[in-house]
């Protein structure tokens, strides 16, 4: 336990500063969202039925690096069993239909001149372990496509955190990046996402999350139940039509913020982790066995029962049913559970009642995970495992300990829970005795005493268009700003990649340090009176590029008072310098009177760079 790396950012980015360099120094915009885990209602919330979630400490961050084409990465993440870095498969299914979805979205948001990226990622956990990672990646891959779409900005996102999520939900920007998460998260999960574990990575919360939509069943063909479907089959715009809720409870009970816990909880590895869009699969083969059962309530009792008036419930509600309807009947089973978690949490957060609360809420968790064995998704091995926990935990705590698994199951980790203070010093040998006892390579990976509670929302971590650099940018690189073609792109180069590029650009505009360069060349004073006034001046053009701007709006001076001047001491020394240089001309023109005058510049066959800052 002494080696162990703690399970929370500031702790990761201590311990391995090369990854998130990496990632900073090849990505203009990073955006980072928390995973979390499901205390309850994992199963019966896609249709609709609550779920209650909680934030960790714990980040995933989503880099967009400029590219001709788009293209999804391999994860990379932090495996706390090995307590190092590892490369992670991106499940090739689930790319193929992001590398469908992506190009047609973004010319939603973007128009016709979208740009296409590399989507790269650092996770603080491994996928597969029930986290809800796809939400976290969903989020702060649509934050970061909207903020450099500018369908959103900086403002935006730093004001959620002062509004009622309730409310929160009407506003139409947060609800762009929500419902674009969403459809992320639903491609992860083989067309059938709730939404919940992306809605909680955007918002600040450190309490249990309560989260529903309304209620959904069936598929995009068939969904006579309900209006809207929960296999989507692709139709991802369904999304932006389905009604959702979520509450901290600190809002919805209107309780303190902090709250005050009274027990501790964590996430422990069982050794195996798990493809959650497989499962759900898995889990459709499951609920379509559900129909055999009106056949053989049918076929078994028909001829004692087929002639009764007075029929038994079970023959009435089986004989014709169809399985969407048994099947949510047997969701309404988790969803009672849910909120009796829920009644339970209420209870515990009050101080005159946190035992009652308490021994309540570890009732729910363990009536959830009995109730799950219908559904398939507790392997023997996973019972093995929590019933080893709980036997040796019954030694330390009278009120013992609750776990349960988390996300699509049959495997991954269990979310446990148990008095404040209780296991805290037995916790590491309780977890050697099970791995000794069952051979498997069980891992402590997440306990709120050592790791702390999640809080923070979704988070700009890099945005080099608006000056927001992250710490790891590497000491020895160059961030600029390319245009061609009428497209602008930011790019972070090493000093080597730079120095190899500087001499390709038309025009290149060194802010730092007020220089001009033209394909490499450095323009001397000899060569131009002012860099500096003619850097600014250009600034102000690149503003509005094909468009007539007055000579108002640069720096007053000479140059924008005197037509003549301007001419004669910005615009021609440049003009002559490329036409030698290049054998391009400098594409601007010059309309008005000598003392107010109108410039447009359109540099349409050039390509220029803006040197914006040196690292």
Known sequence: MAERIEM???????????????????????????????????????????????????????????????????????????????????????????LKFLPVEMEKIYGAS??????????????????????????????????????????????WPQIPTNELKKDEKFNQIRRLSWKFETIFYDDRGSGAGAMLALLNCDSPFLYFTEKRSGTYSAHPLTKLPHNLEGHYEIIDKISYWGFGLEELFEMRSPAIWPIDFGLIFTGTVKQTDAKIRALQEIKDNLGTLSNFVSSEFARYLGKEKNLPKFYEFYVGADKEVIWHELMGLFSLISLQALQAFKTMFASSREEQGMRELLDSMNHFQHLTHILKVSPRYVDEIVSLIQNKAANFTEEGIALKTTGAGAGGDLVFACPYGALIDQMPKIIEGVKESTGRNIVLHYASWIDGIGHK?????????????????????????????????????SFEHFAELKDSFDIMFDLPNELIFVQGVELTSKDIRSASATIEIFLELLKDVGKSVPATAFPRSTYSTSRND???????????????KTKKKLPLSITGSLDKFFVKFDPTDLTLAIVEKVF
């Open 8 to 98: 929370n950012s500031a702790s990761l980015r201590n311990a391995f500063p090369e990854e998130y360099k990496e990632l900073f120094s090849r990505c203009a915009i990073v955006a980072s969202a928390a995973m979390s885990f499901h205390w309850v209602g994992e199963y019966a919330m896609m249709y609709g039925n609550p779920a209650i979630l909680q934030k960790i400490p714990l980040r995933v961050y989503i880099g967009l690096e400029p590219a001709d084409k788009w293209s999804v990465e391999d994860y990379r993440c932090f495996g706390p069993t090995h307590q190092q870095v590892e490369d992670f498969e991106f499940p090739d299914a689930i790319r193929q239909k992001f």
């Open 114 to 159: 979208a740009p296409a990226y590399k989507i790269r990622s650092f996770s603080e956990l491994v996928p597969g372990v029930g986290c809800n990672l796809a939400g976290a990646y969903s989020a702060a891959l649509a934050t970061a496509l909207l903020l450099d779409a500018e369908t959103v900005d900086l403002q935006d996102i730093q004001g």
């Open 457 to 493: 929302g979704v988070l700009i971590e890099q945005h080099l268009g608006k000056k927001i650099y992250s710490e790891f940018v590497s000491r020895e690189s160059v961030y600029l700003t390319i245009i061609e073609k009428g497209k602008r792109e930011s790019q972070l180069l």
């Open 566 to 580: 301007f001419q004669s001491k910005i615009v021609l020394p440049l003009q002559h310098f490329l036409e030698k």
